[in-house]
């Protein structure tokens, strides 16, 4: 086969001294990511990592798939590897980008030479395999600005390699390297794009779901879980919380004003993601939260419910569009299991007339109707813990 895996690095090649730790961690999350489509070396060399397959039964397509969801790569191509000959190096080209090559009309060679004792230098590679591509491909013009195809040509150490042009990979930070949050992941369209939009940002996730049976079904359950498994192509191995809500919904139905239900139970599932985050170390709280969407999130709402919190609450998708959140919701494969009907615990004592204008000390009066530590305790004694992987 002789095919491999080239990966460009993003901003971590900005980093400076942390430039080793970032290499190292995103080496670590691609070995561990590609680890079940078969055998793979991966190492980086010169802001370049290479996935190379240690044996015939090793899936390709499928490491190469997930490579391009691993945040932290900004570009991905698959090269084919050959001797260190130029002759070699332009059969290979042939073999390797023969239908690329027919379809273009205009191509140039570009190659890199990093082993400085191989006999011609990068400039007289290019000009020997691109005249005996012209050669074999008459209808090909040669451009050097802005050719339709250039076929990459590296001189490595051990071997030589050619490839076409690189598809855009993930890009981010390698996740890990910005600490660790906790993600309110409801069943809906919003929440699994902030989650993907902060562990973009290298954050490891810890997820957090509030459910309320009976009045929310195993299969409002059930597609929280299938949206979390769709978000570890992107987020990797995560732990998801579940959280029962049940009591807590039946007290502020009971005890407190109809217009103030679903912002009372905004603070209570903040200060519930808030006692997870304290479980597990993490230093922040994600919401998919976008501003005037509806009356829980006006900004006086959302002072309110953020109240609670003493960790930062991100909200990466506050300034944007229900479309734009959308696009990137398909981008990233939850859009179709997000708008499966199931109910959410919000959905179920949804108020008439929602306060869309909250004061502060008039709620804090209503929550004195309810055992709050009481109600916290009771939650946090029965959260249940599912570890989410991409494979079962
Ligand atoms: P989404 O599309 O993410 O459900 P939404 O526009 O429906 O958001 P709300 O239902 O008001 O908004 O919820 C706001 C945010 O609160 C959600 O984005 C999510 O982060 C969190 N949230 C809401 N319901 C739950 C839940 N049952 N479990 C965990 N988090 C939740
Ligand atoms: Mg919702």
Redesign the pocket.
């Known amino acids: 086969m002789n095919e491999i895996i080239l990966l460009k690095l993003g901003e971590v090649v900005l980093k400076g001294l942390n430039r080793r730790a970032f290499e190292d961690k995103l080496n670590a999350n691609i070995r561990r990511r590609i680890q079940h489509y078969g055998s793979f070396h991966v190492y980086s060399k010169q802001s370049a990592i290479y996935v190379e397959p240690q044996g015939e039964d090793c899936d390709l397509d499928g490491a190469y798939g997930a490579c391009r969801q691993v945040f932290g790569i900004v570009a991905a191509v698959r090269a084919r590897s050959c001797p260190k000959d130029k002759d070699a190096i332009f059969h290979c080209a042939r073999n390797y980008l023969d239908s690329e090559l027919r379809a273009a009309k205009t191509f140039k060679v570009e190659t890199k030479r990093a082993d400085k004792h191989f006999p011609l230098n990068s400039m007289e590679i290019s000009q020997y395999v691109g005249g005996l591509l012209h050669d074999a491909y008459p209808h090909l013009k040669v451009d050097v600005r802005a050719p339709e195809l250039c076929v990459h040509v590296e001189v490595r150490e051990k071997a030589a390699y050619v490839h076409g042009p690189s598809q855009p990979g993930a890009g981010g930070l390698p996740i890990g390297m910005g600490g660790t949050a906790v993600?309110?992941?409801?069943?809906?369209?919003?929440?699994?794009v902030?989650s993907y939009m902060i562990a973009k940002r290298g954050v490891q996730l810890e997820l957090?779901?509030?459910?309320a049976p009976p009045y929310t079904s195993q299969m409002a359950l059930d597609k929280?879980i299938q949206l979390a498994r769709e978000l570890t192509s992107w987020c990797g191995r995560m732990k998801l919380h579940i959280v029962p809500?049940t009591e807590i919904q039946e007290a502020i139905h009971r005890s407190c004003p109809e217009d103030h239900f679903?912002l009372i139970m905004?603070r209570f599932?903040m200060r519930l993601a808030q006692a997870v985050a304290r479980r597990t170390g993490a230093k922040a709280l994600?919401?998919?939260?976008?501003l005037g969407?509806?009356a829980?999130?006006t900004m006086d709402a959302l002072a309110v419910s953020g109240q609670v919190c003493e960790l930062p609450v991100l909200r990466p998708v506050i300034g944007m569009d229900k479309q734009e959140i959308i696009l990137i919701s398909r981008k990233i494969g939850t859009f179709d299991t997000?708008i499966q009907p199931y109910e959410?615990?919000?959905t179920v004592f949804t108020p008439r007339h929602p306060k869309t204008h909250p004061h502060l000390d008039e709620v804090l009066e209503y929550e004195k109707a309810l055992d709050i530590d009481g109600l916290m305790e009771r939650a946090m004694a029965n959260v249940e813990r599912m570890t989410i992987s991409m494979h079962g």
């Open positions: 993600s309110l992941l409801s069943g809906g369209i919003d929440s699994p902030a957090v779901h509030f459910y929280v809500f679903t905004r599932m994600v919401t998919g939260e976008s969407q509806v829980s999130q997000s959410d615990c919000c």
